[in-house]
């Protein structure tokens, strides 16, 4: 039986690239900032998370059509145009962005978990640059997009405290480097033991992780 996945921030070029990986499933790659554009196998939509009606209408279509969600991603897709180096930002697109990104990957969390629970990967993946990792940014501007990547994972890591017990799985990838694609990191298995030690599993811990699958520090 085919997967049903989505994808929110498809403007992003490794979101995008994530939903050709999975063009032989039920995938729906969602634009929240721009018009959508085609990809071959994959739904493409337009999508305001902010929008209560916008977000319903899209749980129930996805019901209707496969009953659940078995993988979600989530990318910050927005940048601002005018967000340079301290003292050089546009605040209304500053929270624009803010708002897009942290609140968009939010709120389709919480509207597509009910479907999530009955999917039967239960998977939450997330795809963050290495500016997105506190210990690793060296930038000195974005400060939108970048802070809207932190935040998002923190919220990843927030989900994983509270879901984790489900039999929810998360898969978090850095993207920027070579080696596999953030599709297949997020369609990779790993043993799911819970006697397993902390250290050595990935299901029993939140990871960050790369395309050598090297592990970053948040």
């Given amino acids: 039986m085919k997967k049903t996945i989505v994808i929110y921030g498809a403007e992003n070029e490794s979101a995008k690239e994530t939903a050709m990986y999975f063009s032989g499933e039920n995938v729906y790659a969602l634009f929240p900032s721009r018009k959508p554009e085609a990809l071959e196998g994959v739904t493409t939509a337009a999508i305001d998370p902010l929008n209560d009606e916008a977000m319903v209408l ?15 991603v989530l990318c910050a897709s927005l940048h601002g145009e005018n967000d340079g180096s301290i003292g050089n930002h ?26 999530l629970r009955k999917g039967e990967w239960k998977r939450i993946g997330v795809i963050t640059p ?3 990792s506190i210990r ?22 927030l989900n994983f405290n509270r879901l984790h017990s489900e039999g929810f799985m998360f898969r978090n990838y850095m993207e920027g480097t070579k080696g596999i694609t953030p599709g297949e990191y997020m369609a990779m298995n790993f043993c799911f033991d819970p006697n397993d030690a902390y250290i050595h599993s990935d ?11 090297r592990e970053y520090a948040w």
């Fill in 130 to 132: 290495e500016e997105g």
């Fill in 203 to 213: 299901e029993n811990r939140l990871i960050l992780r790369d395309g050598q699958l």
């Fill in 58 to 72: 899209l749980a129930r279509q996805l019901e209707e059509k496969h009953g659940g969600v078995d993988l979600l």
């Fill in 136 to 157: 690793q940014c060296r930038s000195t501007k974005d400060y939108g997009w970048l802070m809207s990547c932190a935040s998002i994972n923190m919220m990843q890591k």
């Fill in 90 to 115: 546009d605040m209304g697109q500053l929270a624009q962005t803010l708002d897009r990104n942290v609140n968009g990957c939010w709120r389709m969390t919480e509207t597509l978990l009910p479907l």
